[in-house]
């Protein structure tokens, strides 16, 4: 199965900041790459699909980019909706497989 | 407007079945490939499996930690999407998500809980 890595596992930050999490696959999984945003009790939603597009109904301040092994996911600057948790989830090969997720607070 | 609504979770013991239903709504169902998700409380997202649509032969995929013991099924007439679970372990409690794939972007649902416990 194709591991998923997610760095870091935590992160704080403030509102206005610029923030990036990485998602590394264990093999190249080209551009088939989605981050998905979840908040407690919540079901998730995908902000990004195809590795860098951007869902219709998310904001602009969020960017995906990568391709093969490692991607990252980019806040352009934070909002206070942001703070939640995020997975990258490869959908190359299967069984489809997520990141342990990572969980954005604020400082 | 994508939508899909679960149903059918509750408590059941170890050892036994349960089938969850996937109602879904504003796109074409049949044209579509939809798969299964779960998130055991506190923890991350586990893909479950994937039924493709009639173009691709109804093909169906499974996690490990399931094949044999779960099953997808569709109802194209219906526009419902299942998961049969048989044999049911403690570790299969979570939340069950459907998920759908139009032109490679994903929609989940709102999700169902399953206990197994007895």
């Known amino acids: 199965d194709i591991q998923m890595t997610q760095s870091p596992s935590t992160l704080s930050a403030s509102v206005g900041d610029r923030v990036t999490i990485t998602c590394r696959a264990s093999?190249?999984?080209?551009?088939?790459l989605a981050w998905h945003q979840q908040k407690p009790g919540k079901a998730p939603k995908v902000l990004i699909y195809?590795?860098?597009s951007l869902e219709s109904g998310a904001p602009s301040t969020f960017s995906g980019s990568g391709s093969g092994t490692e991607f990252t996911l980019t806040i352009s600057s934070l909002q206070p909706d942001d703070f939640a948790t995020y997975y990258c989830?490869?959908?190359?090969?299967?069984?489809?497989?997520f990141g342990q997720g990572t969980k954005l607070e604020i400082k | 407007e994508v939508q899909l609504v679960e149903s059918g979770g509750g408590l059941v013991q170890p050892g036994g079945s349960l089938r969850l239903a996937c109602a879904a709504s504003g796109f074409i169902f049949s044209d579509h490939y939809m798969d299964w998700v779960r998130q055991a409380s506190g923890k991350g997202l586990e893909w479950v499996g994937r039924?493709?649509?009639?173009?691709?032969?109804?093909?169906?995929e499974y996690a490990a930690s399931v094949k044999g013991r779960f099953t997808i099924l569709r109802d194209d007439s219906k526009d419902t999407l299942y998961l049969q679970m048989n044999s049911l372990r403690t570790e299969d409690t979570a939340v069950y998500y459907c998920?759908?794939?139009?032109?490679?972007?994903?929609?989940w649902g709102q999700g169902t809980l399953v206990t197994v416990s007895s």
């Open positions: 989830q490869q959908y190359s090969i299967y069984p489809y497989t």
């Open positions: 039924t493709k649509n009639k173009a691709s032969s109804f093909i169906t």
């Open positions: 093999q190249t999984i080209s551009g088939w």
């Open positions: 195809k590795a860098s």
């Open positions: 998920v759908n794939w139009i032109s490679g972007c994903p929609t």
